[in-house]
């Protein structure tokens, strides 16, 4: 199982950027995937997530409103659309896989938001 993340970088206060996480190596239909982030001294903390089909979707509460996740089925891919960044979104942005009763993650990718 292999998860990559990119789309990561430095974006100002307001802005945007698009991540994604593509995966390899597992059924990947069949697995809520989950985007998770963390800041330095922070615990890593849940952002959103969608079921295995795309059709339901779950977000922080921070988040709210700006983020949205979404998924291409074929493509093995899971995006992370964020929008009217602000300087606490800054952190290692992390995507998540369950299958056969293992969680898998991927290496990250940094975004910082500056104000």
């Known amino acids: 199982v292999q998860l990559v993340e990119s789309g990561g970088g430095l974006v100002q206060f307001g802005g945007s950027l698009r991540l994604s996480c593509v995966a390899s190596?597992?059924?990947?239909?069949?697995?809520?995937m989950k985007w998770y982030r963390q800041a330095p001294g922070e615990e890593r903390e849940y952002v959103a997530s969608?079921?295995?089909?795309?059709?339901?979707?779950n977000y922080a509460d921070f988040v709210k409103g700006r983020f949205t996740i979404s998924r291409n089925n074929a493509k093995n891919t899971v995006s992370l659309q964020m929008n009217s960044l602000k300087p606490e979104d800054t952190a290692v942005y992390y995507c998540?896989?369950?299958?056969?009763?293992?969680?898998?993650w991927g290496q990250g990718t940094q975004v910082t938001v500056s104000s």
């Open positions: 969608i079921t295995s089909a795309g059709t339901t979707t």
């Open positions: 190596g597992f059924t990947f239909s069949t697995s809520v």
């Open positions: 998540r896989a369950y299958y056969l009763f293992r969680f898998y």
